[in-house]
């Protein structure tokens, strides 16, 4: 049976097409679009992602319009039953709001945009996204964001310590971020959501394929399962 992905698509997207053209590239099979408007995902979906961008012009706080859409619903309703969810930048900050992810994102420490290439450590592997690294493993991921400042309480960030559901950990002053949180899982390890962009690093002519091995493990372990 072919890969089934769902990549959602909000009002103010600007990286959909590029995550949806990162799963196909490792699959082999075109993502399905998927409307914030829709009360319903496709059957049989394998993952789902939700993209990086501005959804609804970061009104109100960034991913707090996008989490109230009807699709999300079903999103969270897939997500409970077991459906992997990667929410990339904004798609982060959709997953906290919506409450599919403690803690949330907050205006850079330094109140600029921040588009670069920055180290990331590798913190967990014990999960469907970032079993194809090494514990440890140093890559370097574009970031692209005005409001990736990870931000919970001392309870929360004991407890994602401890549970190893911190994926990424950034390894420069990028926008304080707390403990420098670049992307932290749920309790099932299913659903990942961190503010680099992996789909924009793929390719040696992006300036590096670090950000491919994620979505390899995912597929991998999809196709396998």
Known sequence: MAFRAAVITFPGSNCDRDLAVALETVSGTPALRVWHGDTALPDRLDLIGLPGGF???????????????????????????????????????????????????????????????????????????TAGYAPGQVIRIPVAHHDGNYFADADTLDRLEGEGRIAFRYLDACNGSQRDIAGVLDASGRVLGMMPHPERAMEDEQGGRDGRALFEAAVRGLVSA
């Open 55 to 129: 959804s609804y012009g970061d009104y109100l706080r960034s991913g707090a319009m996008a989490a109230h859409s009807p699709v999300m619903r079903a999103v969270k309703a897939a997500a409970e039953a077991g459906v992997p969810v990667l929410g990339v930048c904004n798609g982060f900050q959709v997953l906290t709001e919506a409450g599919l992810l403690p803690g949330a994102l907050m205006r850079n420490a330094g109140q600029t945009f921040i588009c670069r290439t920055v180290p990331l450590r590798v913190e967990s592997t014990r999960s469907l996204f």
